[in-house]
């Protein structure tokens, strides 16, 4: 399915970059740029989840609430968000524009076990 409206859409380099920080945003679109997203899927409330093959695979969860982006991932950032998180979100973003399907997510999910 393809969200027509989706907050994530409207997110700009100005709100990544005031939500994960700079370097963070800039490593997180060189993770994108590697084709490192895999098997995007769409969560029941909106969010996004993936898997990421950077050094090692990592699920990656992100959902958006009340105008606040979280996110979760296997990698067990220091911060509250990673490079992981912004390149799936590019991913998700690159997907809407590009009027790409993505799919929803099973219950069962093996990343929302991970998580
Ligand atoms: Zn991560």
Sequence with gaps: MIPSYHPFRELTWVDLTFWAGKKI?????ECF???EVRQLSL????GILAWVEAEEL??????????????????QAIENTCIHSIAVIIEFIVH???KIDIPHAKSNDRRF???
């Excluded at 945003?25 to 679109?29: A, K, Q």
């Excluded at 990592?58 to 990698?75: H, I, K, M, N, W």
């Design 96 to 98: 809407l524009k590009k």
């Design 58 to 75: 990592f699920a990656t969860r992100v959902e958006y609430d009340d105008g606040e982006l979280y996110s979760e991932c296997t990698c």
């Design 43 to 46: 969560t029941k409330t909106g």
């Design 25 to 29: 945003v800039s490593d997180g679109r």
């Design 113 to 115: 076990f991970l998580l």
């Design 33 to 35: 740029q590697r084709k």
